[in-house]
RNA sequence: GGUCCCAUCGUCUAGCGGCCUAGGAUACUGCCCUCUCACGGCAGAGACACGGGUUCGAUUCCCGUUGGGACUACCA
């Protein structure tokens, strides 16, 4: 049996977003780090709110992002027979009681308290009714109303809850269902996880666990509360930033590598390495280097990652890549072989795979319509004569390379006492219709001779026009 | 409101009592490179929330204040 055994429990209410892929990397990378077992467990007790879609979405996301589980996934709706097994052993030992206060009712006492300015807990009204399991009975747990539940948290510290604040929970509901409290220990315990990492929104829930743990005589596991992410200015995830499913990111055209980076670099560090192979991040992933503040999602910095990784992938995967991306813009079955020369000349120059693919564009068709302030700036009557020029020089060249081009145009700019970018600005929009694009050579070379005078042919038609 | 968690450049972070004239990254600005845009290189600006202690010495330890956040369900 491994030391270290972790899991990740989403709920399948949603799809997989940024926190929940932060906190399945922590779990799953303190496992491997550990040579140890991630396992996987689909929290569906809900089922009001929990859809089957969400469940493969959420699987999806993972697998890509390369999170790979050892176990699972295991489904809590096809565990029920378990808890209704531990509910009768809290039942018996009378860690617990059963309640049939209907619902509406406790709400209105809860309403009642806070509008008294008292807490809005669980006035125990059944507590010592000594009620007898029924089809419509719910059972609480009963909280000790003295003491403290203290615990040493690996990544905050000690934290300790009076008990008095805590109130009696509700275990199974009435409908025999068991709440998170309740599923999770049961899990955790039959499972033999060892290290519980999960967001610090948690950190309230911890003291009533570790109280069942104790009223179950089960050791609890090893608790590690990370810090959640914030949107921008503190405050919550929103839809505009990041709260999105973590596959919406695959669509945005980032690679996993650069998601997995980011966000294992969110709350973690390793002095003041930045970049980090999967191989790195499981060797060096420490709880202790963990911080305990939130930390702002920062989309700019994921997109500096995703250059980063993009600038790294070999040409050829990025081409198969790229071709996924292209698609969307009516750019079906590229040729292979001419994606791969397409590719190099953008690498540098696109931070998501989205925006490759659109500066890819004038590689597969036509540019017009030229972009109009590049038409006003350079293609002009008075360019005309130089284009012409060129036209006459490039189609009188016996092969086409970057030796040759360079040549030309340098030749071509001595002998008019042109600079540079006077020649190459109005081929550049002939031949893509902007005026900001990977290097001239590289594009006439990519495009070939004939389509290159075709355009420029094209453009000198237009600006007669 | 109550309980709990948190607090270093705009943002992510290093720092675990003297190494700090507080380091790195990102974003921003400038310069260089240059056929454009990028990439790359160099430089610049930018932070220890505040107030008390403890100590020979606090960014680092303790307390308080302020500020942010989480939770407060028969949701997870």
Redesign the pocket.
């Known amino acids: 049996m491994p030391l270290v055994r972790t899991r990740f ?1 989403p ?1 399948p ?1 949603g799809s997989l977003h940024l926190g929940g892929a932060h906190t399945a990397l922590f779990n799953w990378l303190f496992a491997r780090h550990h040579l140890g077992v991630f396992i996987l467990r689909i ?1 569906d ?2 089922r009001e ?1 929990s859809e089957e879609r969400y469940v493969q979405e959420i699987l999806d996301a993972l697998i890509w992002l390369g999170l790979n589980w050892d176990e699972g996934p295991h489904r809590q709706s096809q565990r029920l027979h378990l808890y209704r097994e531990y509910i009768q052993k809290l039942l018996e030992v009378g860690a617990a009681y059963c ?5 509406a009712d ?1 709400e209105a006492r ?1 309403q009642a308290a806070l509008a008294k ?1 008292e ?4 006035d125990g009204h059944c507590r010592d009714r000594r009620l007898k399991l029924g089809p419509r009975t ?1 059972v609480r747990f009963r909280t000790p109303q003295t003491g403290t539940t203290i615990w040493r948290d690996l990544i ?2 000690p ?4 008990n008095q ?1 805590l109130d009696d ?2 275990l199974t ?3 025999g ?1 068991p ?3 309740f ?1 999770v220990v049961v899990d955790d315990i039959t499972m033999e996880v060892t290290h519980v990492i999960r967001g ?6 911890t003291p009533r666990q570790l109280l069942i743990y104790e009223a179950l005589k089960a050791t609890p596991p090893q608790f590690a509360h990370m ?2 992410i ?1 949107g921008k200015d ?3 995830l929103s839809k505009r930033h990041g709260a999105l499913s973590i596959l919406a990111y695959l669509e945005m055209g980032f690679l996993p590598e650069a998601l997995v980076n980011y966000l294992a ?5 390793h ?2 390495q ?1 970049i980090f192979t999967r191989g790195e991040l499981m060797q060096y992933f420490s709880l ?2 963990v ?6 999602f ?1 989309l ?2 994921l ?2 990652l995703n ?1 980063h990784y993009i ?1 790294e992938m070999p040409t050829p995967e990025l081409a198969r890549l790229l071709k996924y991306y292209l698609a969307p813009l009516g750019i079906t079955d590229p040729d292979p072989a001419y994606l791969t020369r397409v590719v190099p000349t953008l690498k ?2 696109s931070k998501t795979m989205v925006v490759m693919a659109e500066k890819a564009g004038f590689f597969f068709r036509d540019p017009r319509p030229y972009d109009e302030n590049a038409v006003n700036k350079f293609l002009t009557p008075q360019t005309t004569p130089m284009l012409k020029e060129i036209f006459r020089r490039l189609e009188g060249l016996a092969e086409v390379s970057e030796e040759a081009l360079n040549e030309l145009f340098n030749d071509l700019a001595a002998q008019t006492g042109l600079k ?2 006077n020649l ?2 109005p081929v ?1 929009v002939a031949l893509t219709g902007q ?8 594009i006439i070379n990519i495009l070939g001779k004939k389509e290159t005078l075709k355009r420029i042919n094209n453009a000198l038609s237009f600006i007669q026009t």
Request: with cysteine.
């Open positions: 429990s709920s209410t929290e007790t809900d709110r309640c049939d206060c209907p619902p406790l809860r300015g807490k809005p807990r669980y719910a905050k510290g934290i300790a809850f009076d604040e929970l509700v509901r009435a409908d269902l709440t998170y409290n599923a610090d929104d948690h950190i309230p829930n810090p959640l914030l503190r405050g919550k670099r969110l709350g973690w560090s002095g003041d930045e202790e280097q911080t305990k503040a939130a930390g702002e920062d700019d910095k997109r500096w250059s600038k540098a120059r540079m970018i190459a600005q550049r005026t900001a694009s990977p290097g001239l050579f590289d």
